[in-house]
């Protein structure tokens, strides 16, 4: 039962255009949604999060929107650049005496030049 | 430097061996976690720990233990009963006391020969 679903697998976007990549959730228990990115052989990077009583958060080129009605969320990476290729995973936390993490199959972005 | 250092990097282990991979944080951080990773899959929870000596099963912890005897340090040991241990491990920490996001170390490949 994959509680949290990246359902693209892969996405290639021109440099300069924007880069969406989505993810799916099924359980309306988690508190948070967090945005990594990964290289191979490397620990994921954190990019940004969302509280699940927001709709939307801003850094810099990245954005990310909650649905909750739909379940849903999105990376929006404007512009996007070369150096942005990499796999994103999603992930939900969830409160249970901690947080536990729960993390999306990834998304790879190619960003063409 | 503060950070997360896993090590070994990479391990090569024969089929019935047991193998322990460190990880050490020094940003004071409460909870630690960890995860692996199989060739384009998702993150999966092995253990996780909110404070030093306690510690909870994730969704995979079958053929793994972990201790928590200080605050800074959660080995993991990939036992002989952990049926596929090919893979790469991620050690992960929070600082429970102000904030959500978790952060990772740099991975470590363990392959059984």
């Known amino acids: 039962d994959q509680q949290v679903k990246q359902n693209s697998p892969s996405l290639s976007v021109q440099e300069g255009r924007i880069s969406i990549l989505n993810c799916d959730y099924t359980?309306?228990?988690?508190?948070?949604f967090l945005w990594y990115k990964k290289y191979p052989a490397e620990g994921p990077t954190f990019l940004i999060s969302i509280s699940s009583i927001k709709d939307k958060n801003e850094d810099g080129r990245f954005t990310v929107f909650l649905n909750k009605s739909a379940k849903h969320l999105s990376l929006h990476i404007v512009p996007s650049q070369p150096g942005d290729s990499a796999v994103y995973f999603c992930?939900?936390?969830?409160?249970?005496?901690?947080?536990?993490?729960?993390f999306g199959t990834g998304t790879r972005l190619k960003v063409l030049a | 430097d503060g950070g997360i250092t896993q090590s070994p990097k990479y391990l090569f282990r024969k089929e019935g061996q047991n193998v322990t991979l460190s990880c050490e944080q020094n940003l004071n951080h409460d909870a630690m976690y960890w995860y692996r990773q199989d060739p384009g899959q998702g993150l999966r929870l092995i253990y996780y720990?909110?404070?030093?000596?306690?510690?909870q099963k994730g969704d995979i912890a079958e053929g793994y233990s972990v201790s928590r005897e200080k605050k800074e340090s959660f080995p993991l040991t990939v036992t002989s009963a952990q049926k596929n241990p090919t893979a790469f491990y991620l050690c992960?920490?929070?600082?429970?006391?102000?904030?959500?996001?978790?952060?990772f170390g740099e991975g470590s490949w363990l392959t059984v020969v």
């Open positions: 992960a920490s929070r600082d429970s006391g102000s904030g959500n996001t978790i952060y």
């Open positions: 359980n309306s228990m988690f508190d948070y």
């Open positions: 720990s909110q404070i030093v000596n306690d510690f």
């Open positions: 992930a939900a936390a969830i409160y249970s005496g901690t947080y536990k993490y729960i």
